[in-house]
């Protein structure tokens, strides 16, 4: 299965004061997706977007696809209100307690898709009883929390593995991959496997270099 390659730019790396405009440079860079990072504060150290964003975003950018990544300890308690804002696909980690699968089914009977995601010291065989239920599988090629961080290279495995078992299994998810990607190292997560591609402090900075290294590599 080949998937078409999408950037979703992270407004975790863009203007706080200025979403909007931040947002509107991802539309006019011709993207359709925009990745928004939740974060509770617990299960990792910093706070950011709720609910709340999401909706106006969605009612600002009617056509971009919102995907909302869950960083939190209890995400099947927020998954609704997510879904109410806007909130196109919704990715939980494997981390934390809580009924994970049930979850994930959740998320498609509210009209939703879906993603599962996974921490840098996680192993990756930890989420493939979930891959036939999913949309999505997130690899975080940094520890979640804060943007701005170093590519860890332990996610090229992961990604591999990833594009490997969705072969053997005939299944369709899309591989994203979030955490210091750069116009320098793109290329070998593409190779790797992933066709989602998180960009934050990047994108802001230095979009034109890192769009057309992701296009190169993508062919």
């Known amino acids: 299965m080949v998937n078409k390659l999408e950037i979703a730019p992270s407004i975790l790396g863009g203007d706080h004061t200025a979403l909007a405009e931040s947002v509107a440079k991802i539309e006019a860079a011709g993207l359709s997706w925009v990745h928004v990072d939740v974060m509770d504060g617990h299960f990792v150290p910093n706070l950011s977007f709720g609910p709340g964003v999401v909706k106006s975003l969605r009612g600002k950018f009617p056509k971009l ?3 909302t990544h869950l960083m939190l300890d209890n995400p099947h308690e927020y998954i609704e209100a997510f879904a109410k804002a806007g909130a196109d696909l919704i ?5 934390p307690d809580y009924p994970v699968g049930p979850t994930l089914g959740e998320i498609h009977l509210l009209g939703k898709r879906n993603g599962i995601v996974l921490n840098p010291k996680t192993p990756v065989d930890t989420v493939v009883e979930f891959l036939p239920q999913v949309d999505l599988v997130l690899v975080m090629s940094v520890q979640p929390g804060f943007g701005g961080q170093s590519f860890n290279p332990v996610a090229l495995d992961k990604l591999r593995y990833l594009r490997r078992v969705r072969e053997d299994m005939k299944l369709s998810f899309r591989i994203e991959v979030d955490g210091g990607i750069t116009a320098a ?8 496997g992933a066709d989602t591609i998180v960009a934050g402090t990047e994108f802001f900075k230095n979009a034109s270099n890192l769009l057309s290294a992701a296009n190169a590599a993508a062919g």
Do not use: G, M, R
């Open 91 to 95: 990715s939980i980690h494997v981390e």
């Open 65 to 67: 696809f919102l995907d």
């Open 185 to 192: 190292n793109v290329a070998s997560v593409i190779e790797s």
